[in-house]
């Protein structure tokens, strides 16, 4: 598969702070990569330096084949770039906002109305066509932020923490849009801090911290850095001393934690741990009410790497 | 045609603004308009004068008080010398004149009596003055001269003599063609337009480009694929042809007002070339400002403070002669200053030729060096700005 993006060898830096740290990446035509990391972790910067927004200091970026500059407008012109803040005119309505942003691409008035409908039916604003962005819900104008975005169908999406303050039905509605776009033949970055999302919808994820990257792959490939297998949680009113020594005795168990009403176990192999822990605690004749069990994910993958948690 | 098309939609919603700024130019300026400019007419000033005599009313004496009611406007007061203060207190008279008794008698004896008088001290009061001391030494000369010559005084020759040389008065003509009245109208309706032109232009310029510029819209026209360059041309473009409306609106509804005779005039052309080069400046000024400021209300009143100050300091609500020397000083660093300089020097070019034009063009020239000032300034402004990206 052919590269869209080949970052190398990026450096940014603002006075005494490294913000991007010799960062060396490509993305693939077609996927969806996620850029992971907390806050100030460098990715928003990767991305300004690679659509020229920002000079940097070190490195080469290159972007469907040729060098990335600022005035690269035949590269530009694939390019769509939602920003994490809401970039629309307040005093146009849904479609003259669109009709603008898209006609800083697109020419051809018949070729812009189509593809300015089609933006209008994937992020679902029909019926707020003639709306003002003050009228708009958070969620709304988000949707209205990405089909500004991407209205002029670009082959290389830059989508920088769309999802932010957005209620959990417009992010499902987001994230599926997205997923659309990808089908559609799209090669999407995907920058976020919330690790659900990039679960749900990246081929490949970057873990990025102070500027570098800490890992990168799928997430089965990453969670397996995670270096545990399972983590089990109990609901248990009342435990004693000796038992959680008993338990922390038990084959496989990396860690035990009980706090506030919570037995918290972390196993770092094994198969068939929670049926096991059952069995221990009806032996020990010990009632709960809820058990569960839950496998890595990409925050424990985090810790496991900065021994600090992604939204720390 | 994208880019005109949301600078108005944009604009649009600037209209009320607008519309506010136009009507507040329209009806001051058209009070403006009443109030009356004398400086190139001529009328005669008649003081208020009271005469207490206490000599006969007759010969010397009844001519004296003939000569000034006839060149002045005699009161009438009660009789009493608390109501005569009163009277002077409150600028009801000018002028008291009190003519002692034996005034005739002396005159005709050579002697030189003393009139006794009260004044308000004003202009009006010197006026009377000088017609009783014209009065009193033209008596007394042609008294010196007859008895010089024969030794008597016939007084009805006298006062023949007297007459005939106190009915010799200066004529004064207004040599102006112009009418000067309502070319005064006009240029008071222009100088006020620079209050309508900085405030609605740079309001309206500024709010516009304020969206565009907002950081975030700025970011997404920066990765489109549309030129930098194009993009600000057009914008620009459209901004130029917004502030040209404006100025061709203003225009035409001043000449309406104050008098459409004067529009294929030289000095219509005059005012309009005038405020179509301040036009050109105000809507620099707004650039600047945009490229300075980007919150909205912070602009809205920045705006209101350079608009109405600029009104106040050089004149375009209080006439310029009525400004300190200090304001005037310190006004010639504003454009307004010349603009308004302009406008009070075309209401009095009579003959049109290139030395009475010179000061024109020459305070044009200043104007266009301050917009030339101004954009060197909004384009080291946003190439700072650039930098720091």
Same mark, same amino acid.
């Given at each position: 598969?052919?590269?869209?993006?080949?970052?190398?060898?990026?450096?940014?830096?603002?006075?005494?702070?490294?913000?991007?740290?010799?960062?060396?990446?490509?993305?693939?035509?077609?996927?969806?990569?996620?850029?992971?990391?907390?806050?100030?972790?460098?990715?928003?910067?990767?991305?300004?330096?690679?659509?020229?927004?920002?000079?940097?200091?070190?490195?080469?970026?290159?972007?469907?084949?040729?060098?990335?500059?600022? *005035?690269?407008?035949?590269?530009?012109?694939?390019?769509?770039?939602?920003?994490?803040?809401?970039?629309?005119?307040?005093?146009?309505?849904?479609?003259?906002?669109?009709?603008?942003?898209?006609?800083?691409?697109?020419?051809?008035?018949?070729?812009?109305?189509?593809?300015?409908?089609?933006?209008?039916?994937?992020?679902?604003?029909?019926?707020?066509?003639?709306?003002?962005?003050?009228?708009?819900?958070?969620?709304?104008?988000?949707?209205?932020?990405?089909?500004?975005?991407?209205?002029?169908?670009?082959?290389?999406?830059?989508?920088?923490?769309?999802?932010?303050?957005?209620?959990?039905?417009?992010?499902?509605?987001?994230?599926?849009?997205?997923?659309?776009?990808?089908?559609?033949?799209?090669?999407?970055?995907?920058?976020?801090?919330?690790?659900?999302?990039?679960?749900?919808?990246?081929?490949?994820?970057?873990?990025?911290?102070?500027?570098?990257?800490?890992?990168?792959?799928?997430? *089965?490939?990453?969670?397996?850095?995670?270096?545990?297998?399972?983590?089990?949680?109990?609901?248990?009113?009342?435990?004693?001393?000796?038992?959680?020594?008993?338990?922390?005795?038990?084959?496989?168990?990396?860690?035990?934690?009980?706090? *506030?009403?919570?037995?918290?176990?972390?196993?770092?192999?094994?198969?068939?741990?929670?049926?096991?822990?059952?069995?221990?605690?009806?032996?020990?004749?010990?009632?709960?009410?809820?058990?569960?069990?839950?496998?890595?994910?990409?925050?424990?993958?985090?810790?496991?790497?900065?021994?600090?948690?992604?939204? *720390? | 045609?994208?880019?005109? &098309?949301?600078?108005? &939609?944009?604009?649009?919603?600037?209209?009320?603004?607008?519309?506010?700024?136009?009507?507040?130019?329209?009806?001051?300026?058209?009070?403006?308009?009443?109030?009356?400019?004398?400086?190139?007419?001529?009328?005669?000033?008649?003081?208020?004068?009271?005469?207490?005599?206490?000599?006969?009313?007759?010969?010397?004496?009844?001519?004296?008080?003939?000569?000034?009611?006839?060149?002045?406007?005699?009161?009438?007061?009660?009789?009493?010398?608390?109501?005569?203060?009163?009277?002077?207190?409150?600028?009801?008279?000018?002028?008291?004149?009190?003519?002692?008794?034996?005034?005739?008698?002396?005159?005709?004896?050579?002697?030189?009596?003393?009139?006794?008088?009260?004044?308000? %001290?004003?202009?009006?009061?010197?006026?009377?003055?000088?017609?009783?001391?014209?009065?009193?030494?033209?008596?007394?000369?042609?008294?010196?001269?007859?008895?010089?010559?024969?030794?008597?005084?016939?007084?009805?020759?006298?006062?023949?003599?007297?007459?005939?040389?106190?009915?010799?008065?200066?004529?004064? $003509?207004?040599?102006?063609?112009?009418?000067?009245? &309502?070319?005064?109208?006009?240029?008071?309706?222009?100088?006020?337009?620079?209050?309508?032109?900085?405030? %609605?232009?740079?309001?309206?310029?500024?709010?516009?480009?304020?969206?565009?510029?907002?950081?975030?819209?700025?970011?997404?026209?920066?990765?489109?694929?549309?030129?930098?360059?194009?993009?600000?041309?057009?914008?620009?473009?459209?901004?130029? /042809?917004?502030?040209?409306?404006?100025?061709?609106?203003?225009?035409?509804?001043?000449?309406?007002?104050? %008098?459409? $005779?004067?529009?294929?005039?030289?000095?219509?052309?005059?005012?309009?070339?005038?405020?179509?080069?301040?036009?050109?400046?105000?809507?620099?000024?707004?650039?600047?400002?945009?490229? /300075?400021?980007?919150?909205?209300?912070?602009?809205?009143?920045?705006?209101?403070?350079?608009?109405?100050?600029?009104?106040?300091?050089?004149?375009?609500?209080?006439?310029?002669?009525?400004?300190?020397?200090?304001?005037?000083?310190?006004?010639?660093?504003?454009?307004?200053?010349?603009?308004?300089?302009?406008? $009070?020097?075309?209401?009095?070019?009579?003959?049109?030729?290139?030395?009475?034009?010179?000061?024109?063009?020459?305070?044009?020239?200043?104007?266009?060096?301050?917009?030339?000032?101004?954009?060197?300034?909004?384009?080291?402004?946003? %190439?700072?700005?650039?930098?720091?990206?």
């Amino acid at each position: 598969m052919a590269n869209v993006i080949e970052v190398k060898n990026l450096t940014k830096e603002y006075k005494e702070l490294r913000a991007v740290d010799d960062l060396s990446f490509e993305v693939r035509q077609g996927e969806i990569l996620g850029l992971l990391g907390p806050n100030g972790s460098g990715k928003s910067t990767t991305i300004n330096c690679i659509l020229s927004l920002l000079n940097f200091q070190k490195g080469e970026i290159q972007i469907f084949g040729q060098e990335m500059k600022p *005035d690269a407008y035949s590269i530009k012109r694939d390019i769509g770039v939602v920003f994490q803040d809401v970039a629309v005119f307040e005093e146009l309505t849904v479609y003259e906002n669109l009709n603008y942003f898209c006609g800083l691409y697109v020419q051809d008035k018949e070729t812009r109305e189509t593809y300015i409908d089609e933006a209008i039916a994937l992020v679902g604003l029909e019926e707020f066509r003639k709306f003002r962005p003050k009228k708009l819900s958070g969620g709304l104008l988000r949707r209205l932020n990405i089909a500004c975005g991407i209205a002029h169908k670009p082959r290389l999406i830059f989508l920088d923490e769309p999802t932010v303050a957005v209620d959990p039905q417009s992010r499902n509605n987001i994230l599926d849009g997205i997923k659309m776009l990808r089908d559609r033949g799209a090669t999407i970055v995907y920058t976020t801090h919330y690790m659900e999302e990039v679960e749900m919808i990246c081929d490949r994820v970057m873990i990025l911290d102070k500027g570098k990257v800490l890992a990168q792959g799928s997430c *089965d490939e990453l969670k397996k850095l995670a270096k545990i297998e399972e983590k089990v949680t109990v609901e248990v009113a009342k435990l004693q001393e000796a038992i959680l020594e008993k338990i922390r005795a038990l084959k496989h168990v990396e860690e035990v934690k009980y706090e *506030d009403g919570v037995l918290s176990v972390v196993y770092r192999a094994g198969t068939n741990n929670l049926v096991k822990l059952i069995d221990f605690l009806e032996t020990e004749a010990i009632s709960y009410s809820k058990i569960y069990s839950e496998r890595p994910t990409l925050n424990d993958v985090f810790l496991e790497l900065t021994g600090k948690e992604l939204r *720390d | 045609m994208t880019v005109f &098309k949301a600078f108005l &939609k944009v604009l649009n919603q600037c209209k009320g603004t607008v519309i506010l700024y136009s009507v507040i130019l329209i009806v001051f300026g058209a009070l403006n308009m009443q109030t009356n400019d004398n400086s190139t007419n001529f009328v005669a000033s008649r003081p208020d004068v009271l005469v207490i005599n206490h000599d006969e009313e007759k010969g010397i004496t009844k001519e004296l008080i003939s000569y000034l009611k006839k060149n002045t406007e005699f009161i009438k007061v009660e009789d009493s010398e608390e109501a005569r203060n009163d009277a002077l207190f409150y600028r009801d008279v000018n002028y008291i004149v009190y003519i002692p008794r034996d005034y005739r008698a002396d005159v005709l004896a050579g002697k030189n009596p003393e009139i006794e008088i009260k004044s308000t %001290g004003d202009y009006q009061s010197y006026y009377a003055q000088l017609l009783l001391e014209r009065y009193m030494k033209t008596t007394r000369n042609y008294v010196d001269i007859c008895r010089a010559e024969d030794g008597s005084v016939d007084e009805t020759a006298l006062l023949e003599q007297v007459k005939s040389t106190l009915k010799k008065e200066t004529a004064v $003509e207004t040599t102006s063609k112009l009418d000067a009245d &309502k070319l005064g109208r006009l240029s008071r309706y222009f100088n006020f337009m620079n209050y309508g032109l900085l405030a %609605g232009a740079i309001f309206t310029i500024c709010m516009v480009l304020a969206s565009f510029n907002k950081e975030v819209i700025r970011r997404r026209i920066l990765i489109s694929s549309m030129k930098r360059r194009t993009h600000n041309r057009l914008l620009l473009l459209s901004n130029a /042809l917004f502030a040209v409306f404006l100025w061709a609106a203003y225009t035409v509804i001043g000449f309406i007002l104050c %008098g459409t $005779e004067f529009f294929a005039t030289k000095q219509g052309i005059a005012y309009m070339a005038n405020s179509f080069v301040f036009m050109f400046c105000a809507v620099t000024i707004a650039f600047l400002l945009a490229n /300075l400021i980007q919150n909205k209300e912070a602009l809205n009143g920045i705006i209101n403070v350079i608009a109405l100050g600029s009104c106040f300091l050089c004149g375009a609500f209080v006439p310029v002669e009525y400004l300190p020397d200090g304001v005037l000083a310190a006004a010639h660093i504003l454009p307004s200053y010349w603009y308004i300089q302009n406008n $009070e020097t075309v209401k009095t070019i009579e003959t049109w030729n290139f030395e009475t034009v010179k000061p024109l063009l020459v305070n044009m020239g200043v104007i266009l060096a301050f917009s030339v000032a101004f954009i060197i300034l909004a384009n080291l402004l946003s %190439g700072r700005k650039r930098e720091n990206a």
